[in-house]
């Protein structure tokens, strides 16, 4: 089922869920209306004329920021590619209870723009002892197993914060944002996954000592592994090597002898796409990767020439591998909330 508004495929109609139809991932640069949307609360209301953004903690000079004040700092673009931690879930083998069956949509590349983080805390003057901050979003709600309604925050290490290209974005595309897609002001943390770049952003805490714990960040968004138990939990950060498959689509028919393009995109957190391999029933071959991508964070296109010779089923398979030697397994890596799924994505079409 389709929005009205978007083009979306809704995985959850209040608050509003959705993400984009595989066809949608085919440009560089996403459209806003094919951009997946992940909120865990309703849409805060937020009056931009009386909105600020809070900043303080362990700061020299703690102050509030106005929407007018913040267009007016000095302003970065960054291409990036945000991935939701559960895109792909429906997946894995064992279903996550509780959690959205995102397909392979929850993943766009937007032109964000805005203020870098460091610049602002630069003007705040962030203590020399300072480790995290403590991000918090105007969005609240009532989330299993906690009595009262609590605000979406997240901590931030203070070393991903100075990120040149960790920023506050006010513009998605060229445009301000959205309502669902975090107006006034969000944070983008390229490189990891969507669950760090804070929407509505209300207040950054700068804070020292133990990493903050909390509902997003402690109880969610940790990879629990089943097998060694609850007390084997890594934080969910970093966005794991990964490609998809754009076309041809699954399901699609192809004819015999007749050229198909494979091609699809690519992206990491850890590093750039060094190459994406497919394998259409001769074992993995090389595809063609090209490298002028919008940036650092952004996903990299990839294709391949392919000759069907052969009438029946045809399964198709891309991996990608990162300059930091990630190579997306041929199995998901199964745990607790089934995030980062990244497991060599295969497709069938059939040969006529
Ligand atoms: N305040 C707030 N920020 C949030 C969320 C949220 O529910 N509330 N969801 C996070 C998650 S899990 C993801 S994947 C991204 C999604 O960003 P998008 O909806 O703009 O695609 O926002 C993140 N930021
Ligand atoms: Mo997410």
Known sequence: MKSRQ????????????????VS???????????????????????????????VEGEVGAPREFSYRELREMPRVTVAATLEC????????????????????????????????????????????????????????????????????????????????????????????????????????????????SVKWLSRIKVVSGEPYSAFFNGVKYVYVDEQKGRRARTPVDEVRVKSIITNPLDGDVVRLGRMVMISGRAWSGSGKISSVEVD???????????????????????????????????????????????MQPLEPLENRFQYGYNAAQRIRVKVV
Not at 9 to 19: D, Q, R, T, W
Request: with cysteine; aromatic share 8%.
């Open 24 to 54: 949608e991932l085919r440009s560089r640069i996403t459209p806003v209306p094919s951009f997946f949307v992940r909120s865990h609360f309703p849409v805060p209301q937020i009056d931009v004329s009386k909105w600020r953004l809070v």
């Open 280 to 326: 259409h029933g001769k074992g993995w071959e090389k595809t063609m990767v090209d490298r002028a991508t919008a940036g650092r964070f952004a996903w990299v296109a990839w294709r391949k020439r392919w000759v069907p010779d052969r009438r029946g089923e045809a399964e198709i398979a891309a991996r990608a591998t990162d300059e930091s030697g990630n």
């Open 6 to 21: 978007s083009r979306l495929i809704v995985a959850k109609e209040s608050p509003l869920n959705g993400e984009a139809p």
């Open 85 to 196: 931690a559960g895109n792909g879930r429906s997946g894995f083998k064992v279903p996550a209870e509780g959690e959205l069956r995102w397909g392979s949509g929850a993943v766009g590349t937007a032109r964000w723009r805005g203020i870098a983080l460091r610049t602002v805390l630069e003007k705040c003057r962030v203590d020399k002892t300072a480790t995290e901050l403590v991000i918090e979003g105007s969005d609240s709600g009532n989330v299993g197993g906690v009595v009262d309604p609590i605000r979406f925050s997240r901590g931030l290490p203070l070393q991903k914060a100075l990120d040149k290209d960790t920023i506050i974005a006010l513009q998605m595309n060229g445009r301000s944002l959205s309502p669902e897609h975090g107006y006034p002001a969000r944070l983008v943390v390229p490189g990891w996954y969507g669950m760090a």
